[in-house]
C-alpha cells in the first residue's frame, strides 16, 4: 500500500503570463535531502531548508542575466555550480553574498545542463551532447567540445548516475519526430545509442523518470495518451563507440485514463520497483478539470492513493527522500509519501505478525498447488477436535454441492441453514475454495432478513482459518451490528488483513458497551483466562521488572515535583496496584485490540476519531496493562493469550499522539498524564542502566587476558 499525506508550501511562485510555465527551472538536493536548491526561470536560486520550510540563501545573477540551467552542489568541494547566459560557469561557497564576484569561466560551447550526485564530482553535459567533468572543462575553458549529436537533433532530456563509482550519463534527443536515448559511461569512456520504439504519430514523451536496478537501468517514459513505458537497459550491455544504433524494447506498464484529448502537461516519477507518482492525469474516479497527484502499484495496476492540487499542474515532479515537490497555481508544495513493500499479502492488507507460539498452534492451509493438481491434501493434525468428531459422525450422509447450498441459503429458515452448513463444511476437505462463498451468503442474508442471523456458522468459518477480512469485508461489521463480540473476538484473532478503520470501529464498539452487557458475553477462554489472573491474582511482591517499580516511580515523582511546583494540586500518588478501569469481558476484548496487526500511519488518522472521554478510559487500562506487567510477581503464561508489553507501550503513544492536545486541556487527563510521565522515564532509566551493563561486558569482552597467570591469582577488573 501506499499513502500520501497532508502537504505544506514551501515557496510561492510566479508562473509565465501564459500560465505554462510554473517559474521553476528546476529542484535539486544539497547537503542532504532535508535542504533543496530551487532554481527560478529568471535570475535567481534560493537555499531552503525543507523541514522548516524556510530559505535559508539566496543569490541572484545582475539585471540582464540569466541562469540557464539548474544549479547545483558540489558535495567534495562544499560549492555551488551554476551556469549563466548558455556559457559561463559560476563556483562559490554559501557564504558569498554576490554572483558578480564569485569564480566564473567562459566556455566554447554552450551548456545543456550540469549534474551533480553526491559524493561524486559534476558533470558538464553540452547542448551538442558532448560531456566532461567539470574539473576537466575548468582547466581548459576553452578547449573545442566535440558534437555527439546530428545537426537537426536537439536534446529533450537528461540525468545522471553513479554505478559502481562510473558516472553514467543519461539523455534522451529529438530528430524529425525520432527518439534516441544515450548512454555515456566516463573512465573509460563508452557510448550507446538507442532509438525509441514509435507511438502515435504526433506523440512525443511528456516525462522521464529512471532508477538503478541491480546493475540495470529502469527507463520510465509516459505519452500524452496515457501510457507509461519501462525499458530495462544493461550497464554491461553499453557499446564501446556508439555507432550502431539499437531499438530499445519497452514494455507497457500503466494505461492511463486522459478522458477527451491527450494529456498536455503531466508527469511519471518512479518512487521504489512497484510504485509510481503521476501527476497532471485524471483520477479514475473524479470529474473532469480536476488535477491530481496519484501513486499507482504498477504490479497489481492500482491506484494506492491520491490527492487533488488546487491550481493549474505544469507537468513538473520531483522527489528527494520520501517527499515529493510539486508545483501547482502559485505554490510549490512538499508532500510526504509512504510506500509498503508491494506483495499480495499487503495488496490485501498487512499479514499478521503472530508471535512464535502462537504460529505452532495455527493449523495448515491447504496449497494452492495441491488443489489445482488434485492432489490429496493430509489432514491437519492441529485441526479443531469438535469438527473432527462432528466429521466422523455424519460422514456417511450425503452432501449438497455449493450450488445448492448458495440457494438453500437464500431461502431456508435459520435451523435447516445450520445443519446443513454445518454437515457442508464437515464433508468438504478443501474449504479454501467454498468458504468465501459461503461466508459472503450467510452475511448478505443477515444484511436483507433482520431475522436471520448464524453466529455460530460464521464463528465456525472463522476458526477454520481459511477465511479472512478481503474475502467477506461485511462480516465484521455484521458483527458489530449484531454485537456478537465472540465473533468480532474471533475475526480479530485470525484475520491478518483487517483495515485500520475498521480495528479502531472496533475499539469504539468495545469501549461503549456497558458493563452488564460484557459479561453477558461469551468470549474465547484463553483471553478471560488471562484477565482473571491478572485482576484476581494477589501480587504481594514489588519488583523492579521492566524498569518500573514502587520505589522507581516514586522517587521519579519526588524528582518532578521538585522541579514543578505547580503539579501538586493534582493527586500523584502512583499505587503499584490499581484497579482494572473496565471489567473482566471487556478487558479481553481491548486486548483483542491491541493485538491485531496495523499500520501506524494508516491507524493514527482513524484513531483521532475516538471522544476524549473514550480515549482517557483506553489510556487508563493501557496503564493498568503496564504496572501489572510491570511486577516480577507477575508471570507472563504462553498458552494464554494477551498483548505484550510492547504492544502496550506502542498503543500509548499512538493514543498520546492522536489526543496529546485534547488530554493536556482535560482537567481529568492531568493526573494520568503525569503517571505516563513516569512510566516513560522508569523505561529511559532501564535501558540507560542497560547500556552501561552492555558497555561493561564489551569491555571485559575486548580486554587481552594475562598469559602467565598461575593456579591460583586474583584480579581486580576496573570498569569505571
Request: glycine content about 6%; proline content about 4%.
Amino acid at each position: 500500500m501506499a499513502a500520501l499525506f497532508e502537504g505544506y508550501t514551501l515557496c510561492g511562485l510566479v508562473p509565465a503570463q501564459n500560465l505554462t510555465s510554473s517559474g521553476v527551472h528546476g529542484i535539486k538536493s544539497e547537503r542532504d535531502d532535508d535542504h533543496v536548491l530551487v532554481t527560478d526561470s529568471t535570475r535567481s536560486v534560493t537555499l531552503y531548508k525543507v523541514s522548516d520550510q524556510k530559505p535559508l540563501c539566496s543569490w541572484t545573477v545582475k539585471q540582464g542575466g540569466s541562469l540557464t540551467c539548474p544549479v547545483v552542489y558540489n558535495s567534495n568541494t562544499k560549492e555551488y555550480v551554476a551556469v549563466s547566459d548558455n556559457k559561463v560557469i559560476r563556483i562559490w561557497k554559501e557564504d558569498d553574498i554576490t554572483l558578480d564576484k564569485v569564480f566564473k569561466a567562459t566556455l566554447s560551447s554552450d551548456v545543456w545542463q550540469v549534474h551533480s550526485t553526491h559524493g561524486a564530482e559534476p558533470v558538464v553535459l553540452f547542448q551538442r551532447g558532448a560531456i566532461r567533468l567539470l574539473d576537466s572543462i575548468l582547466a581548459a575553458p576553452q578547449q573545442i567540445v566535440e558534437d555527439v549529436l546530428a545537426q537537426d537533433e536537439d536534446l529533450r532530456w537528461s540525468t545522471h548516475l553513479v554505478a559502481d563509482l562510473q558516472h553514467c550519463v543519461i539523455f534522451t534527443t529529438e530528430q524529425k519526430g525520432d527518439h534516441f536515448l544515450y548512454l555515456q559511461q566516463l573512465n573509460p569512456n563508452s557510448l550507446q545509442k538507442y532509438c525509441l520504439e514509435r507511438e502515435e504519430p504526433g506523440l512525443c514523451p511528456l516525462s522521464f523518470s529512471v532508477a538503478l536496478r541491480d546493475k540495470h537501468i529502469c527507463l520510465l517514459y509516459l505519452y500524452p495518451n496515457g501510457r507509461v513505458y519501462q525499458s530495462i537497459i544493461p550497464l554491461r550491455g553499453i557499446g564501446d563507440d556508439g555507432s550502431q544504433t539499437l531499438t530499445l524494447p519497452r514494455s507497457l506498464l500503466l494505461s492511463l485514463s486522459v478522458g477527451e484529448g491527450l494529456l498536455e502537461a503531466a508527469s511519471a516519477l518512479i518512487l521504489d520497483e512497484a510504485h509510481v507518482a503521476v501527476v497532471g492525469a485524471p483520477h479514475p474516479s473524479a470529474g473532469a478539470g480536476k488535477d491530481f497527484l496519484c501513486i499507482w502499484n504498477i504490479h497489481f495496476q492500482t491506484l494506492q492513493a491520491g490527492k487533488e492540487m488546487a491550481g493549474k499542474i505544469y507537468g513538473q515532479l520531483w522527489r528527494f527522500s520520501n517527499k515529493l515537490f510539486i508545483p501547482h497555481g502559485k505554490s510549490l508544495s512538499v508532500i510526504r509519501y509512504e510506500c509498503s513493500k508491494s506483495c499480495l499479502a499487503a495488496a490485501v492488507g498487512k499479514m499478521r505478525q503472530a508471535r512464535i507460539e502462537e504460529c505452532k498452534g495455527l493449523s495448515s492451509v491447504p496449497s494452492w498447488s495441491n488443489i489445482l493438481h488434485g492432489e490429496k491434501v493430509q489432514p491437519s493434525r492441529t485441526a479443531d477436535g469438535r469438527k473432527a468428531r462432528t466429521s466422523r459422525r455424519i460422514q456417511s450422509l450425503p452432501s449438497l454441492s455449493i450450488e445448492q447450498m448458495m440457494e438453500l441459503i437464500k431461502t431456508e429458515p435459520v435451523k435447516k441453514v445450520q445443519q446443513e452448513v454445518d454437515a457442508f463444511i464437515s464433508n468438504t476437505p478443501d474449504l479454501q475454495l467454498v468458504v468465501g462463498q459461503l461466508a459472503s451468503a450467510l452475511v448478505s442474508r443477515s444484511l436483507s432478513d433482520l431475522t436471520f442471523y448464524t453466529g455460530g456458522l460464521l464463528s465456525q468459518l472463522v476458526q477454520s482459518r481459511t477465511l479472512c477480512h478481503s474475502i467477506c469485508p461485511e462480516l465484521l461489521l455484521l458483527a458489530l451490528e449484531k454485537k456478537d463480540y465472540f465473533l468480532c473476538q474471533l475475526c480479530l484473532q485470525f484475520f491478518p488483513d483487517i483495515p485500520e478503520a475498521i480495528t479502531c470501529a472496533c475499539l469504539k464498539a468495545f469501549i461503549s458497551i456497558t458493563d452488564s452487557d460484557a459479561e453477558m458475553v461469551n468470549l474465547d477462554p484463553a483471553g478471560v483466562s488471562f484477565m482473571d489472573m491478572l485482576i484476581t491474582k494477589d501480587s504481594t511482591q514489588v519488583g523492579s521488572q521492566n524498569g518500573s517499580s514502587y520505589t522507581s516511580v516514586k522517587n521519579d515523582r519526588l524528582e518532578i515535583m521538585d522541579r514543578d511546583a505547580a503539579v501538586p494540586k493534582v493527586n500523584m500518588q502512583i499505587p503499584l496496584e490499581e484497579p482494572c478501569p473496565v471489567s473482566l469481558n471487556k478487558a479481553v476484548l481491548l486486548n483483542e485490540i491491541l493485538q491485531a496487526p496495523y499500520s501506524e500511519n494508516y491507524l493514527l488518522p482513524h484513531l483521532k476519531d475516538l471522544s476524549s472521554q473514550h480515549a482517557l478510559v483506553f489510556l487508563q487500562y493501557l496503564q493498568f496493562l503496564y504496572l501489572k506487567y510491570s511486577q516480577d510477581a507477575f508471570p507472563q503464561r504462553k498458552e494464554l493469550r494477551s498483548p505484550t508489553l510492547n504492544q502496550v507501550m506502542d498503543w500509548v503513544c499512538m493514543v498520546l499522539d492522536a489526543h496529546f492536545t485534547v488530554l493536556v486541556m482535560t482537567p481529568e487527563a492531568k493526573g494520568l498524564l503525569f503517571k505516563l510521565h513516569t512510566f516513560v522515564k522508569s523505561q529511559v532509566k532501564l535501558f540507560s542502566e542497560l547500556g552501561k551493563i552492555g558497555s561493561s561486558l564489551q569491555e571485559i569482552k575486548t580486554m587481552k587476558a594475562k598469559k602467565d597467570i598461575g593456579q591460583y591469582s586474583i584480579e581486580v577488573l576496573e570498569l569505571y
